[in-house]
């Protein structure tokens, strides 16, 4: 039986991936931190209690600032393949907090390699870095491929340039397995409430059922690359199958707008937008409303404005990947579409929604978190 530690495994691809490779007989290691609340609330579902049968599932407690519990933790577990996916992810947040995330995102990683290297595992043990479209940044090429220059543009894809490139070093220094995934955006019902998409389609949920009147977003003009993460997380480990380590890019080869996403997850929930004004006074209003699905708003409702609080000190304006190569050498084509998983999201948080309204209705407190 194979081992698999993850780093990140609470995260979103965390979590589909410790499902992915349990559903393959892999015996699953995850990286937890502490935290003064439960976290794990995204693998509870394939958590097995110790008590009552022999688990295949292990979560440590750990954080990749600390070096001897990352060198306890592989020592003891002794992995097959290792995915380092644990990350302080979120760009906008990078800008706050450059110093921690350059510590977790690229100290982290060498930190994980050294600690292989370290424990002589750099032979039994292949290694997976969840490397990032970001670091093309101001795009020097379309679409972008492998081969394609790197201009990151926030402290996060800088600090994510040094882990792609310490993981390659390591790789030609030390005849390690190791590989960068350069991952276009992803996203799930999973997905953490403060990224775009997540952030749109729990918005529109709880607007259309009279949790919220208005969502504020930045950058409308942002164009992404919008894959599905459980198609992203099976080309993670179909990269550690082959007989070299190599780098790929994954991604859809296919863009749209933020703007066009919050246009998709309105009509998803009965709610057609008109969009007027540009940059800052930019807004969309209701012009036309199915009651049954959308309760909580009326023709006419501004239900989107734009907050410059939400635009970045330098933003990454257009990311579109060719996933050739991952088509051609591994076999891998997405298979879930941006309109399908904008409707998956959508109707999970329209779920949500519609428990937290009953219990409102029923005269229960609700608070509904924001950033
Ligand atoms: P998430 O933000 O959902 O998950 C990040 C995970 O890292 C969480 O489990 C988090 O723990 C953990 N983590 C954060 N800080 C530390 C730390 N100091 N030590 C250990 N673990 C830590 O990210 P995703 O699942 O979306 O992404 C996974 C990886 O892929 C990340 O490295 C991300 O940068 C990268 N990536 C993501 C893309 C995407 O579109 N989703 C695209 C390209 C790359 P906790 O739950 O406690 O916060
Ligand atoms: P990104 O994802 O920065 O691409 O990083 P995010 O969803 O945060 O932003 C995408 C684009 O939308 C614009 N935007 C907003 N973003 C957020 N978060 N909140 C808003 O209100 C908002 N309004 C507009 C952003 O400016 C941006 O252009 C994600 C992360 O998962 C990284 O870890 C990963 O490496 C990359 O994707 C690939």
């Not at 349990?22 to 935290?35: F, M, Q």
């Not at 040094?162 to 799930?188: D, K, P, Q």
């Not at 959508?346 to 609700?366: I, P, R």
Request: glycine share 8%; aromatic share 10%; proline share 4%.
């Amino acid at each position: 039986m194979k081992k698999a530690l993850i780093t990140g495994v609470t995260g979103q691809d965390g979590s589909y991936l410790a499902e992915f490779l349990l559903g393959k007989g892999y015996e699953v290691h995850g990286i937890k931190r502490r935290a003064s609340l439960f976290n794990t609330e995204r693998v509870d579902h394939i958590y097995e209690d110790p008590h009552e049968k022999n688990p295949q599932f292990y979560l440590h407690y750990g954080d990749l600032t600390d070096t001897s519990n990352l060198t306890r933790i592989l020592q003891e577990v002794q992995p097959d393949e290792v995915y380092n996916l644990g990350a302080q992810s979120h760009v906008a947040v990078s800008f706050e907090a450059p110093e921690y995330t350059a510590d977790v995102d690229a100290i982290g990683t060498l930190r994980l390699l050294e600690a292989i290297r370290f424990l002589g595992l750099e032979k039994k043990t292949k290694f997976y870095q969840a490397s990032t479209s970001e670091l093309y940044g101001l795009v020097q090429e379309t679409p972008q491929k492998e081969t394609t220059p790197f201009y990151p543009r926030s402290p996060y894809a800088v600090a994510k340039m040094y882990a792609y490139w310490i993981t390659v070093n390591y790789r030609e220094s030390y005849g390690m397995y190791a590989c960068n995934g350069i991952l276009f955006n992803h996203e799930s019902p999973r997905r953490g409430e403060t990224f775009v998409t997540r952030k749109i389609t729990r918005g529109i949920a709880n607007i259309a059922q009279g949790l919220e009147s208005c969502l504020y977003l930045g950058n409308m003009d942002a164009l992404r690359d919008w894959g599905h993460a459980k198609d992203y997380v099976r080309m993670q480990w179909m990269m550690l199958q082959q007989d070299e380590a190599e780098d790929f890019v994954i991604a859809t080869g296919k863009q749209i707008s933020v703007r066009e996403f919050v246009r998709m997850s309105a009509a998803e929930a009965g709610i057609t937008l008109e969009f007027s004004g540009e940059g800052e006074q930019e807004i969309a209003t209701v012009v036309e409303v199915n009651h049954e699905m959308a309760p909580g708003v009326s023709p006419g409702d501004v239900i989107i404005q734009v907050d410059p609080r939400y635009f970045r000190p330098a933003e990454v304006e257009t990311l579109l990947g060719d996933p050739s190569k991952a088509k051609e050498k591994l076999g891998w084509t997405p298979e879930i579409t941006v309109e399908e998983m904008c409707a998956e999201m959508v109707q999970s948080d329209l779920e949500k929604a519609k428990q937290h309204a009953l219990l409102k209705k029923h005269g229960y407190t609700v608070s509904v978190a924001k950033e």
